[in-house]
C-alpha cells in the first residue's frame, strides 16, 4: 500500500465524515429498494431488487473502509499522523468487483430487451467490468508515476467500452418505451456518463498531486461521491423506470411488459 501522507484533523474529518455519510446513504437506500420492490410488477422487480443488493454490499464496504481509515491515522494537536497500521483501500476494489457488473445488469433489466439480446450483452459487458476493476488496481498499489498512467491507460479500455455500449444501447430503446418513461431513460443515459466519470478523474488525483494530503482527500472524496451517485443516485432513477412502467401496465391489464424491439 501506498504510505500515508500527514494530514490536518481538518481533513482527516472531512474525509471520515464522507465516508460515514455514504455509509449512512446506502443503508437508507437499501431498506429503500428492498421495501419498494413491492411497488413494481414482476417483470421490474428483480432490477430493483439489484438496485438493493448494490447498495447493501456497498454500505458493507463503506463501513470497513471507514474503519481502517480511522485506524490508520492518529489525530493530536490539529494533525492527524499516520498511525502505522494500513489504509486498506483494497475494500474499495472488493466492492466495485461486485457492484459495478450489477449496475450493469439492472440497468440491462430496467430496459426490457428481448432475451436474447439481454444474453448477449450481460456475455460481454460483465466480463469488461471485471477487467477494468482488475486493471485498475495493480496503478493504485503504485507509487511509480509510468506505472499508474500504465494501468489507468489499460483500465480506460475496458471503461470505454461498457460507457459506449450502455450509452448505445440506451439510445435505441428509449422510442420504444412509453413516452411517459422516455424522459427518465434520457436521464438514464446522461447520468449513466456523468456519474461514472467521476472514477477515472478521482483515480488521477494521486498521480498529477502525488503523495499529498489534497490528493488523499480528493481522491477519496471524489470515489465517495462517485459510488453514492452511481449507485444509490443511480438505482433510483431505476426504480422511478420500473415504477412507472410498473403503472402505465396496471392501467391496461392486459398489457404485456414494454419489450424493445431492437
Known amino acids: 500500500m501506498v504510505d500515508l501522507p500527514d494530514i490536518s484533523s481538518t481533513t482527516f474529518s472531512v474525509i471520515e465524515n464522507a465516508f460515514s455519510l455514504v455509509f449512512a446513504s446506502f443503508l437508507g437506500a437499501a431498506v429503500f429498494f428492498l421495501v419498494s420492490r413491492r411497488d413494481v410488477a414482476r417483470a421490474y422487480r428483480t432490477s430493483v431488487t439489484v438496485c438493493g443488493v448494490v447498495v447493501v454490499i456497498a454500505a458493507y464496504h463503506y463501513f470497513r473502509i471507514f474503519e481502517s481509515f480511522k485506524s490508520a491515522y492518529g489525530v493530536a494537536g490539529g494533525v492527524a499522523t499516520p498511525s502505522g497500521e494500513i489504509f486498506n483501500e483494497a475494500y474499495r476494489y472488493m466492492d466495485w468487483i461486485i457492484t459495478v457488473p450489477l449496475l450493469v445488469v439492472e440497468l440491462i433489466l430496467v430496459m426490457g430487451l428481448v432475451s436474447a439480446r439481454r444474453r448477449s450483452l450481460l456475455y460481454r459487458l460483465v466480463p469488461a467490468a471485471f477487467a477494468m ?22 483500465a480506460m479500455i475496458p471503461f470505454v467500452y461498457i460507457l459506449f455500449v450502455l450509452f448505445g444501447e440506451v439510445s435505441k430503446v428509449i422510442q420504444d418505451q412509453p413516452i411517459e418513461v422516455q424522459p427518465l431513460f434520457r436521464v438514464v443515459r446522461v447520468a449513466l456518463v456523468a456519474t461514472w466519470m467521476f472514477y477515472p478523474i478521482a483515480y488521477l488525483f494521486p498521480i498529477l498531486l502525488g503523495n499529498t494530503g489534497l490528493a488523499l482527500a480528493l481522491e477519496n472524496i471524489g470515489y465517495a461521491v462517485a459510488d453514492l451517485t452511481a449507485k444509490a443516485g443511480y438505482g433510483l432513477v431505476i426504480f422511478l423506470i420500473a415504477k412507472r412502467k410498473s403503472e402505465l401496465e396496471r392501467l391496461v391489464p392486459s398489457a404485456q411488459p414494454v419489450v424493445a424491439t431492437s
Request: charged share 10%; glycine share 14%.
Open 133 to 154: 476493476i482488475a486493471l485498475g488496481y495493480p496503478g493504485e498499489l503504485s507509487t511509480d508515476v509510468a506505472t499508474q498512467w500504465l494501468w489507468w491507460g489499460l
